[in-house]
């Protein structure tokens, strides 16, 4: 049955970037009940400018796993080989082309 639900996932996942990227650049998706920092369309805005300039980036995760601290105001990027689908960006380009 996990099998299943992980292709219903793939196959609506793929169904809404193609929605999205009909109208739009970028699509960001974010799951139910998540908090949302201030810095995050900061974010968001930087990381999309870092995936124009590196073909190499498929795609941004808006989770912080390592909890940065947010009273510091920085803004931290690591490059990582894991994904996480709880916040996910990406961008027309990547969609198509992969």
């Known amino acids: 049955m996990w ?5 219903r996932l793939r196959v609506y996942s793929l169904w809404i970037y193609a929605f999205l990227f009909a109208r739009y650049d970028y699509a960001v998706l974010i799951q ?8 995050f369309h900061e974010y968001l805005q930087f990381t999309s400018r870092v995936m124009d300039v590196d073909n190499s980036v498929l795609g941004v995760t808006g989770w912080n796993d390592h909890r ?3 009273v510091s105001g920085n803004l931290y990027i690591m490059r ?3 994904y996480s689908t709880l916040v996910t960006m990406t961008n027309r380009e990547m969609f198509t082309n992969v």
Do not use: G, I, L
Request: aromatic share 6%; net charge neutral; charged share 30%.
């Open 3 to 7: 099998r299943q639900q992980s292709f």
């Open 68 to 70: 940065a601290d947010p």
């Open 80 to 82: 990582q080989h894991q």
């Open 32 to 39: 139910d009940k998540m908090d949302v920092s201030p810095k």
